[in-house]
């Protein structure tokens, strides 16, 4: 298959919304670069992540970030994909799988950008996720996150639960990553 061909997709991994709606430190930076490496690949998809997780956001973080992509960064709405169900970076890689095969889109290459400080618990969930042999490369990219962020990670526990859910599950099997996360992740049973 010709370089030009691929079909290439690039996921910014959703970080917090502001009370005034304005993007974290986090997010901004991510979205940014997520814009630039979309440019800069020629990719065919700039996807978006996050829930309604608070009532200050009247629309999903995913949305919210969309609108940022599409008006300031004149990222094309048509290529935007929103996954508005995800509530971490487990979901955010289940719902993106199930997302994808629900539109019919096979992707070649997907490359993730996300905090220096969530690379790593970022690579583990979604080489596991997309870890299929029909399943896209995926890339990495990072941002230098906010330094409080880093802290708060170095205490996240979550890791654990999903690393039980690569205990009983295949890579890349996703019916029965997406049935043992409704079944057992606190954030979606």
Wanted: net charge positive; charged share 30%.
């Amino acid at each position: 298959m010709k370089k030009n061909n691929l079909k290439k997709l690039c996921l910014c991994l959703s970080h917090q919304i502001h009370r005034d709606l304005s993007l974290s430190f986090d997010a901004l930076k991510r979205i940014k670069k997520t814009s630039k490496v979309y440019k800069d690949i020629n990719a065919n998809f700039f996807v978006t992540t996050g829930w309604q997780y608070d009532k200050h956001l009247h629309e999903p973080m995913c949305k919210i970030m969309s609108k940022y992509a599409s008006n300031i960064l004149n990222v094309d709405e048509k290529n935007i994909i929103e996954i508005s169900q995800a509530k971490d970076t487990v979901g955010e890689a289940v719902f993106l799988k199930i997302t994808l095969k629900k539109l019919n889109i096979k992707i070649d290459e997907m490359h993730v950008i996300t905090s220096d400080w969530h690379l790593e618990r970022s690579k583990e969930i979604f080489d596991f996720v997309f870890g299929g042999k029909d399943d896209p490369r995926l890339f990495y990219y990072q941002i230098k996150g906010d330094l409080n962020e880093r802290k708060k990670e170095e205490n996240n526990q979550s890791i654990h639960k999903f690393r039980k859910l690569k205990d009983i599950c295949t890579p890349g099997d996703i019916k029965n990553i997406y049935k043992e996360v409704m079944k057992t992740h606190p954030m979606y049973n």
